[in-house]
């Protein structure tokens, strides 16, 4: 039996094996690959950094604990960005499941850069009905939130004193693992021309390229590798574990090319052996 009918053959546990090896090694043995930002995922970190200082952005995190790998990076990126450009900021979320990401996020950036709640930063909390909290806060960010998450009125924060609605907000980021963006892009794009930029799971990000040629989004982060990009691109060198994710993640995109072609090249070199012999 030759090499590659063995192959055929091969029991496919070995296949997981080496997939899980691949998985594994790179989180525990970086090979520090080099990345490169995309068009992208340039525009995405210039849309930011060409705000003005004291600019009021805001992040809404439509994304629950599954997605957090591809999309709390992003997060955590955008408003240690937003901070270090002296940008006010105020998080939300429209899915249950991301309110404790939208409160615990800036937090625990905040802490690190000395910024002050009420004053730097504003967590607005979770409201239910995706389409119609995108369009109430288009009328008014007091009327659709009296409270923010921490219970406190909206009137006696000092950054909510200037922010009204849509119109004062320079910029929002949204994170999403589902089709809230196409409710942000319909009603806050659309309807109020806010500008919007994204990050998506990396299965969602082909449907919103064209919205990004139309520039109704401004930037659009697909995926883990984008959300890699970007991370270097504010944090530089200091992203250990993007890098070592980045790394495991290449390494077996690499490993099931590897597979595919061998197989492929298996199949069509072994197929059909009567025919090949009486030739």
């Given at each position: 039996?030759?090499?590659?009918?063995?192959?055929?053959?091969?029991?496919?546990?070995?296949?997981?094996?080496?997939?899980?090896?691949?998985?594994?090694?790179?989180?525990?043995?970086?090979?520090?690959l080099k990345?490169?930002?995309?068009?992208?995922?340039?525009?995405?970190?210039?849309?930011?950094?060409?705000?003005?200082?004291?600019?009021?952005?805001?992040?809404?995190?439509?994304?629950?604990?599954?997605?957090?790998?591809?999309?709390?990076?992003?997060?955590?990126?955008?408003?240690?960005?937003?901070?270090?450009?002296?940008?006010?900021?105020?998080?939300?979320?429209?899915?249950?499941?991301?309110?404790?990401?939208?409160?615990?996020?800036?937090?625990?950036?905040?802490?690190?850069?000395?910024?002050?709640?009420?004053?730097?930063?504003?967590?607005?909390?979770?409201?239910?009905?995706?389409?119609?909290?995108?369009?109430?806060?288009?009328?008014?960010?007091?009327?659709?939130?009296?409270?923010?998450?921490?219970?406190?009125?909206?009137?006696?924060?000092p950054l909510?004193?200037?922010?009204?609605?849509?119109?004062?907000?320079?910029?929002?980021?949204?994170?999403?693992?589902?089709?809230?963006?196409?409710?942000?892009i319909g009603?806050?794009?659309?309807?109020?021309?806010?500008?919007?930029?994204?990050?998506?799971?990396?299965?969602?990000?082909?449907?919103?390229?064209?919205?990004?040629?139309?520039?109704?989004?401004?930037?659009?982060?697909?995926?883990?590798?984008?959300?890699?990009?970007?991370?270097?691109?504010?944090?530089?060198?200091?992203?250990?574990?993007?890098?070592?994710?980045?790394?495991?993640?290449?390494?077996?995109?690499?490993?099931?090319?590897?597979?595919?072609?061998?197989?492929?090249?298996?199949?069509?070199?072994?197929?059909?052996?009567?025919?090949?012999?009486?030739?």
């Open positions: 039996m030759s090499f590659l009918d063995r192959l055929q053959k091969m029991d496919r546990r070995w296949v997981f094996l080496i997939l899980a090896i691949a998985v594994t090694a790179p989180l525990l043995f970086p090979l520090g990345i490169s930002p995309t068009s992208e995922s340039l525009t995405f970190y210039r849309m930011v950094d060409s705000l003005p200082e004291g600019s009021v952005v805001m992040v809404s995190f439509d994304f629950g604990p599954s997605a957090a790998p591809e999309l709390l990076p992003v997060s955590e990126s955008f408003i240690r960005h937003a901070f270090r450009k002296n940008l006010k900021v105020i998080t939300l979320a429209l899915w249950p499941d991301g309110l404790p990401l939208s409160q615990d996020t800036p937090d625990n950036i905040a802490k690190q850069m000395n910024k002050i709640y009420g004053k730097d930063y504003v967590t607005l909390g979770y409201k239910s009905g995706i389409a119609s909290v995108i369009s109430q806060l288009g009328e008014g960010f007091h009327q659709t939130f009296p409270l923010d998450a921490r219970k406190n009125p909206l009137e006696s924060l909510m004193e200037r922010v009204k609605n849509y119109d004062q907000v320079s910029l929002t980021c949204v994170l999403a693992a589902g089709t809230s963006i196409d409710w942000w009603i806050a794009n659309g309807r109020y021309k806010e500008n919007l930029v994204a990050a998506t799971t990396a299965v969602m990000a082909s449907d919103y390229y064209p919205y990004l040629q139309t520039r109704q989004i401004q930037g659009l982060l697909g995926g883990l590798k984008p959300a890699g990009e970007y991370q270097r691109m504010v944090d530089g060198e200091n992203t250990p574990r993007m890098i070592r994710m980045l790394d495991s993640q290449s390494l077996v995109h690499l490993a099931i090319i590897f597979f595919v072609l061998l197989g492929n090249v298996g199949y069509l070199v072994t197929r059909n052996p009567e025919a090949r012999r009486r030739k």
